[in-house]
């Protein structure tokens, strides 16, 4: 199948596209997002067959973004020349900060040095633009207090930086699959982007938010309706799945040649052998997008920068034992929500089993036990354990945790008692294997094994990101060198201030995948990246205005 691609002058004959339906419409969304955004004007778009190797690019975007939930919907925001300043009358409550602020009052947050107004702060990431952009919009947070933002927000056209923000479904990513009826552990007001209150969606959309936690479709429709409010639609294309991010090169002795002219002629590139010493150059982004048929329409971008913001729910955490690929071990809670919902479990007299210790397993026994279905729930760590998520919740905002965390402390499972009719705790427990029988095999810290029979089992211990179409899966680009992407052990290693990889140049990684998990600090991912493409972007300018240069990509 032909594949639609932005280098215009690579593609020999043009080819008639095999269903103008799908694929004319992904052509013509992307022309006019091009014509749109580069002030070009542009009849067509030829087309290049998967095989070919493309030389120098004629149309080559600044960035593209990969993954479309809030991470993905704010550096939008961002690179659309949205920019924030201090408010004439805010006070910071940091008055070290605060005296800070005020010595650029002049100037754009994006347009200071982030590592001087970072400096000292402290806050619950790692990362510290991401705790100067919290306590900015949510001063003291932490403390308690519910003071507003000391920002205020200017559209500035001239700063808008051309970009496309790709996501396997609508904008909100991963929120709009998670489980609906449960609440969000963050407050709304901090799952909140900047420039529209969550309190002010919810008054428009007449919701009535009851408390300060809400549930998850209440967060994805608010970031749905944030893109379009806030103008960012034409910077999204839905349903578009990525297969592959890889560089391009170019030989060191090959002219820069300027994206700005229309006749330049293509050279490819030679790629054998002791022909050339190579460079980097621009990234090629391949994928498909799903047509309304169901059919994949495949397409091919060019990028200057791509900014990976796919956050950490695309592969969930399995514990690599015997039997776990059986159909009755899950491991999601969409899954374990759909078989209730159709009624797979009613009436069956032996317990669900739940593997893990989180907020998500946790979330998966108030399921069962508000279904009255029986639990046993086996996990890893001591009740005691400091590090269990439930000692970091005060009882009175979290009372359903608590609950379930009384029932892992005092419905605990000993080696002379039998099953609890409704629930079961097994602390310090692995799982061995499961049976096809539907039997599972646990076995304590002491080393004694048991046999337990379960109707379904739930395995519920996290996730990762799954990037897969990176080279290695990105196992080059984390802490670790060679060992997966996770969001606690092995985030993405970054340069705390800008958020471009520290092992990959002009590749930028924001939200979970820099071990940002909260909405609240991811932002501060999309300040970090906007600031040093804004930067880049000026001096690239100026050397076109100069005459110097100005080509695309990596010089």
């Not at 920068?305 to 999601?332: C, I, K, M, Y």
């Not at 799982?431 to 395995?459: D, N, R, T, W, Y």
């Amino acid at each position: 199948m032909p594949v639609w691609c932005c280098r215009c002058s690579l593609a020999g004959p043009v080819r008639n596209y095999s269903s103008p339906e799908t694929e004319g419409q992904l052509l013509n969304s992307f022309v006019q997002y091009f014509g749109d955004s580069l002030g070009r004007k542009i009849k067509r778009m030829p087309l290049i067959e998967e095989t070919v190797l493309p030389g120098d690019s004629l149309l080559t975007l600044p960035v593209v973004i990969i993954g479309n939930g809030p991470s993905g919907i704010c550096l939008s925001y961002l690179l659309s020349g949205y920019r924030p300043y201090l408010s004439p009358e805010a006070v910071h409550p940091n008055p070290i900060l605060h005296t800070k602020l005020e010595e650029a009052r002049h100037l754009s947050i994006v347009d200071q040095d982030l590592e001087y107004l970072s400096e000292g702060l402290e806050g619950r990431s790692s990362n510290p633009v991401a705790v100067l952009f919290d306590t900015l919009l949510h001063p003291d947070a932490d403390f308690g207090y519910d003071y507003p933002p000391v920002l205020h927000w200017k559209l500035e056209q001239h700063n808008y930086i051309p970009h496309i923000v790709l996501g396997k479904g609508p904008p909100g990513g991963a929120w709009h699959s998670m489980e609906g009826s449960m609440l969000t552990i963050s407050f709304g007001d901090w799952m909140e982007l900047p420039g529209l209150t969550f309190k002010e969606w919810a008054a428009s959309k007449r919701r009535n938010i009851k408390s300060d936690r809400v549930m998850p479709e209440e967060i994805a429709c608010y970031y749905k309706h944030y893109v379009k409010v806030m103008g960012l639609q034409k910077n999204f294309r839905d349903n578009v799945y990525i297969t592959s991010v890889s560089r391009l090169y170019r030989g060191e002795d090959d002219e820069d040649r300027s994206q700005l002219s229309e006749d330049i002629s293509t050279q490819h590139l030679e790629m054998e052998d002791g022909q050339k010493s190579l460079i980097k150059r621009n990234w090629e982004v391949r994928g498909y997008q799903r047509a309304t048929d169901g059919s994949h329409v495949p397409f091919c971008l060019f990028a200057e920068n791509v900014a990976l913001a796919t956050g950490s729910f695309d592969s969930p955490g399995r514990l690599q034992v015997e039997g776990e690929d059986f159909p009755f071990v899950l491991h999601s809670m969409s899954d374990f929500g759909a078989a209730i919902s159709k009624g797979k479990l009613r009436g069956k007299a032996d317990p669900v089993l739940i593997v893990g210790a989180g907020l998500t397993a946790a979330d998966a026994v108030l399921c069962a036990y508000n279904n009255n279905i029986p639990v046993i729930h086996v996990f890893r760590r001591r009740v005691t354990d400091t590090s269990l998520i439930f000692k970091q919740l005060p009882k009175k905002l979290y009372p359903e945790y608590h609950k379930v965390y009384h029932m892992m402390c005092t419905q605990s499972h000993t080696v002379d008692s039998n099953l609890h009719s409704a629930y079961t705790s097994f602390p310090e427990h692995n799982v061995l294997s499961f049976k096809p029988e539907m039997k599972c095999v646990l076995q304590s810290a002491s080393g004694l094994k048991k046999i337990l029979k379960f109707s379904v089992a739930l395995v519920l211990i996290g996730s990762h990101p799954n990037l897969f179409f990176l080279k290695d899966q990105g196992h080059s680009i984390g802490h670790h060198s060679n060992q997966p992407i996770t969001c606690k052990g092995n985030p993405i290693e970054i340069d705390p201030y800008t958020y471009e990889c520290t092992k990959e140049a002009n590749l930028f990684a924001l939200g979970p995948l820099v071990g940002d998990n909260f909405v609240r600090f991811l932002k501060g991912g999309a300040l970090g990246i906007a600031r040093c493409l804004a930067i880049r972007q000026k001096k690239k300018r100026e050397l076109i205005e100069s005459g110097d240069g100005g080509g695309d990509g990596v010089p």
